[in-house]
């Protein structure tokens, strides 16, 4: 399914372009593949953001035309800066995840797209993707006009396990925010199923999971409010530290 962003824009012409482009032979298609163009982005709002063909074609979910761009030589998390907002930038496969488009985005994981790299947004787009954060730095801290987000955190929000599966690593627990949150925390505060903890918790060490703090110094379970979780993150650790007494 194609992003509330991809409904918002001119479909007529993006997608006229994008077909045209699959048609080109390889040399101009990698060619067409490079040149960014100006879009309304939600990613960098209020900004416009610069977005290649192939990125496009990632963005709206258009796996065939993708796949034709990847055949041709396209690199695979082809990155640009954000356009207008000098604070924003991302690889393709956020643009893919943001499409939540599950063949588009298998594509680019068959072709080796790295599932940990993260993507600067707006502000802006950071408050609305995870409405329960609020934007706040310490004023130790210098502002910053961007919050960093990971590919996993779109499977999170979504609580699509079957994405989370392909994208959670050793390395999950590194994949912070500006705000020092992991995903456990993420999945928290959405209060997502214990399954889908279960498995954040499954890779590394779990107890140091439950025991990050953010930048705010909370754990994960106190960012929850369903009682389910917080008893099951709270006895899984109990087990943990008896277990190693």
């Given at each position: 399914?194609?992003?509330?962003?991809?409904?918002?824009?001119?479909?007529?012409?993006?997608?006229?372009?994008?077909?045209?482009?699959?048609?080109?032979?390889?040399?101009?298609?990698?060619?067409?593949?490079?040149?960014?163009?100006?879009?309304?982005?939600?990613?960098?709002?209020?900004?416009?953001?610069?977005?290649?063909?192939?990125?496009?074609?990632?963005?709206?979910?258009?796996?065939?035309?993708?796949?034709?761009?990847?055949?041709?030589?396209?690199?695979?998390?082809?990155?640009?800066?954000g356009?207008?907002?000098?604070?924003?930038?991302?690889?393709?496969f956020?643009?893919?995840?943001?499409?939540?488009?599950?063949?588009?985005?298998?594509?680019?994981?068959?072709?080796?797209?790295?599932?940990?790299?993260?993507?600067?947004?707006?502000?802006?787009?950071?408050?609305s993707?995870?409405?329960?954060i609020?934007?706040?730095?310490?004023?130790?801290?210098?502002p910053?006009?961007?919050?960093?987000?990971y590919?996993?955190?779109?499977?999170?929000?979504?609580?699509?396990?079957?994405?989370?599966?392909?994208?959670?690593?050793?390395?999950?627990?590194?994949?912070?925010?500006?705000?020092?949150?992991?995903?456990?925390?993420?999945?928290?505060?959405?209060?997502?199923?214990?399954?889908?903890?279960?498995?954040l918790?499954?890779?590394g060490?779990?107890?140091?999971?439950?025991?990050?703090?953010?930048n705010n110094?909370?754990?994960p379970?106190?960012?929850?409010?369903?009682s389910?979780?917080?008893?099951y993150?709270?006895?899984?650790?109990?087990?943990?530290?008896?277990?190693?007494?």
């Open positions: 399914m194609a992003s509330e962003e991809s409904n918002t824009i001119d479909h007529k012409t993006s997608s006229s372009e994008l077909n045209n482009a699959s048609n080109e032979e390889k040399d101009e298609l990698q060619h067409l593949c490079q040149i960014p163009r100006l879009f309304p982005s939600e990613w960098s709002s209020p900004h416009e953001e610069a977005q290649t063909a192939y990125q496009r074609a990632c963005l709206l979910g258009h796996r065939d035309i993708v796949q034709c761009m990847l055949n041709a030589g396209t690199e695979v998390d082809q990155g640009s800066p356009g207008h907002s000098r604070s924003t930038m991302r690889g393709a956020m643009f893919a995840c943001q499409s939540r488009s599950m063949p588009t985005i298998q594509a680019l994981l068959d072709d080796g797209a790295p599932v940990n790299k993260y993507g600067s947004c707006s502000l802006t787009y950071a408050g993707f995870l409405p329960s609020s934007i706040h730095y310490s004023s130790r801290i210098l910053v006009s961007w919050e960093n987000l590919p996993i955190h779109y499977a999170i929000v979504d609580n699509n396990l079957e994405l989370l599966i392909k994208l959670v690593t050793s390395n999950t627990k590194k994949l912070v925010t500006n705000q020092g949150l992991i995903p456990l925390h993420i999945a928290c505060l959405f209060n997502q199923s214990v399954t889908m903890i279960d498995l918790l499954s890779y060490d779990a107890n140091a999971g439950i025991i990050a703090k953010t110094n909370k754990f379970d106190q960012l929850a409010t369903d389910t979780i917080i008893e993150l709270r006895s899984t650790q109990s087990s943990m530290n008896q277990s190693k007494a």
